[in-house]
């Protein structure tokens, strides 16, 4: 459970808290200063409190937790009215907001909520006790005093506080409390911890103590000391000097521990059949029991993480080729020249009109449909002359404003891809993306590329299979991973189906790296990158002014985040960190965003110590990239591909 304390105490203002006026919870709100967890994401915790558990006793100890149980003490005394009731009999609503106010407060984990209302209750019940021992039964013949509530509780509403002052005074209170004295009486050997418990009492003995080895027989007898280290009671004392003796006795050799018969047994007796011991702990068998049952789910968990990543991968590979074969219809219809079209045509049509009209005009027919062959070559010819004038138009490269690599790329599209109607296939390796990918590049990709228009999903993924290798070379791919922007970029599936492959791809490191994501929700690309461990994501936005995070890609993020956090079995905080890194470089116009994207991504891995929060950070503001380095640096990825 960890502390988060904020800038902003709003949330106790949204749940209407009374701020109570009682000692404890001044102390505690001058002292601590609480504050509650901001609802946005993108809000940073100033400073986090970790609130260690007992590994004997599974109970919270140290400050942060004393913080806790304070803070439930003032709402248990301010939020649930001053009645003569019983816990069950309170309103559920009243439960609901203690345990609303705590969990903004604090990171409870599961299973929480019930530790938190069992604690409510037990300060409620002990803070009606409290007023009733010593505001209340002292003064019976005072009815002055009486008439209204003490100084200390001034919150306390006078018709509360009469009605809880009657029935203190009735009879079958009277009757109750008598009963509960005699109690009270038989017992022996009361410890004076109160709130402290055991396992805070060990966890300062500890500090106190290094390297001594806290039995139960120290810390029973510590228990019942005063601040003063003396012990008041008697009986208590008595019982504190034998344990002494057989300490010592012990440390000689002269006398034995073994198992449950040890020296806290030996000086009180043995224990009542079936009975925890005083220093409760969990049971042994409990503890492993639900090991192997979390082992077991987690495991279940896994397993099924792993099928549905297969199955959504096999999803992928058949969009992937659904998409090949579109983009391959599309670019033989392209290519398809518009004369041949006519001929074929008009060919179907002969032979149609020779089933129609017989064999004696077969002669004739032929003879015009060569007529027809000839004019339609001379004027198929013209067409590609005109054809190559223009190739020769657009391909003047000699010109154009690119690195010498660009144009010797669009040389080789202009003679061997578009003459041989030829695609550029390629393999993208497992390693980069998690899993093989096979794909393609299309002669318009090369062109629209070399003139700064609007770029796919494949071009920034070729790009990032070279940035793997530049990593590789750099000994960085255990720092740095990417996840491929066609699988998650909008209408690439549902939020469910893309958030599960996020994980998927988390999954497969430590938890150390950072993840590269390229997303784009509709015709403009930005950068994500994902710090799974921490629970925090990097928004990079190429266009200028106040950019937000797109819902979606949040949400497929967001998710992602707790299904990590459920393979690795970690609680993980309420909500992940965004942060939008406003100091980036900003695109001149409307296009470029896809360039700059892949730039960003180069600039990064470029840095050994990965310190993009520092340098793009708010404030820092970058020029521009110029063109052509722009140009030049997303060239790499393309110019790789014909070396393969």
């Not at 967890?37 to 260690?52: P, Y």
């Not at 770029?455 to 940035?467: K, P, Q, S, W």
């Not at 970029?489 to 791809?505: D, F, Y």
Request: aromatic share 6%; hydrophobic share 35%.
């Amino acid at each position: 459970m960890v502390s988060q304390q904020q800038t902003k105490d709003s949330g106790s203002k949204k749940l209407g808290m009374v701020a109570p006026q009682d000692k404890s919870s001044k102390e505690m709100m001058s002292s601590k200063k609480m504050k509650f967890a901001s609802s946005s994401a993108e809000t940073e915790q100033t400073s986090q409190t970790t609130i260690s558990d007992d590994s004997k006793t599974g109970r919270g100890i140290g400050q942060a937790h004393s913080e806790m149980q304070s803070y439930i003490g003032v709402l248990a005394r301010s939020r649930v009215p001053l009645v003569d009731k019983k816990w069950s009999q309170i309103p559920k609503d009243v439960k609901e907001q203690i345990w609303e106010a705590v969990d903004m407060a604090f990171v409870v984990g599961q299973g929480g909520k019930k530790s938190v209302l069992t604690s409510a209750a037990k300060k409620w019940k002990d803070f009606k006790s409290t007023l009733t021992r010593h505001y209340i039964l002292p003064y019976t013949n005072d009815k002055e005093k009486l008439s209204h509530p003490p100084e200390t509780y001034k919150f306390i509403e006078k018709a509360q506080w009469d009605a809880f002052v009657a029935s203190r005074l009735s009879k079958d209170f009277e009757s109750v409390h008598s009963q509960h004295a005699q109690i009270r009486e038989k017992l022996e050997y009361n410890h004076r911890l109160s709130r402290k418990g055991y396992a805070g009492l060990e966890d300062q003995l500890e500090e106190t103590m290094p390297g001594v080895e806290i039995d139960r027989s120290t810390l029973w007898k510590r228990a019942r000391q005063d601040k003063h280290g003396n012990i008041p009671d008697p009986k208590v004392a008595e019982k504190a000097k034998l344990i002494d003796e057989l300490q010592k006795q012990v440390s000689e050799g002269k006398v034995r521990v073994d198992g449950s018969k040890d020296v806290l047994t030996m000086a009180l007796g043995p224990e009542h059949p079936g009975r925890l011991r005083g220093r409760v702990s969990f049971d042994d068998r409990l503890k492993e029991s639900l090991r192997v049952l979390l082992q077991e789910e987690t495991k279940k968990m896994e397993a099924k993480a792993r099928e549905e990543a297969l199955r959504m991968e096999a999803r992928t590979k058949q969009l992937v080729e659904a998409e090949r074969e579109h983009f391959l219809a599309c670019l033989k219809k392209e290519l398809a020249k518009a004369p041949k079209i006519l001929c074929l045509t008009k060919l179907a049509a002969l032979e149609d009109d020779n089933a129609k009209n017989g064999e004696h005009q077969q002669e004739e027919e032929k003879e015009e449909e060569k007529r027809d062959e000839e004019k339609e070559e001379e004027k198929e010819k013209k067409d590609e002359e005109k054809h190559d004038d223009k190739v020769i138009e657009v391909g003047d490269y000699s010109n154009m404003e690119a690195p010498s690599s660009l144009k010797s790329l669009c040389r080789y599209v202009e003679t061997t891809l578009l003459p041989e109607d030829k695609l550029l296939q390629f393999t993208i390796d497992k390693e980069v993306f998690g899993g093989d990918r096979d794909t393609f590049l299309l002669p318009e990709d090369f062109t629209q590329f070399a003139g700064m228009e609007e770029i796919g999903a494949t071009v920034v993924a070729v790009y990032m299979r070279y940035l793997h290798d530049v990593l590789k070379q750099a000994n960085m791919c255990s720092m740095v991973g990417f996840i491929d922007p066609a699988t998650v970029s909008a209408n690439s599936g549902t939020i469910a189906e893309r958030s599960r492959l996020v994980a998927a791809r988390l999954q497969k490191t430590d938890g150390e790296q950072i993840f590269m994501m390229p997303y784009n929700p509709g015709r403009h690309w930005i950068l994500l990158i994902v710090r799974a461990k921490k629970e925090t994501v990097y928004f990079l936005d190429p266009l200028p002014g106040h950019r937000v995070v797109d819902e979606e890609a949040k949400n497929i993020v967001n998710s992602a985040i707790k299904i990590y956090n459920t393979h690795i079995a970690r609680a993980g905080r309420k909500n992940v960190i965004w942060k939008t890194l406003s100091g980036t470089p900003k695109q001149p116009s409307s296009v470029e965003c896809g360039y700059y994207v892949m730039r960003f991504m180069r600039d990064i891995i470029m840095d050994p110590s990965l310190g993009f929060e520092n340098k793009y950070a708010k404030g820092n503001q970058e020029a521009s990239y110029p063109k052509k380095p722009l140009m030049k640096s997303g060239m790499n990825g393309q110019r790789q591909l014909l070396n393969t």
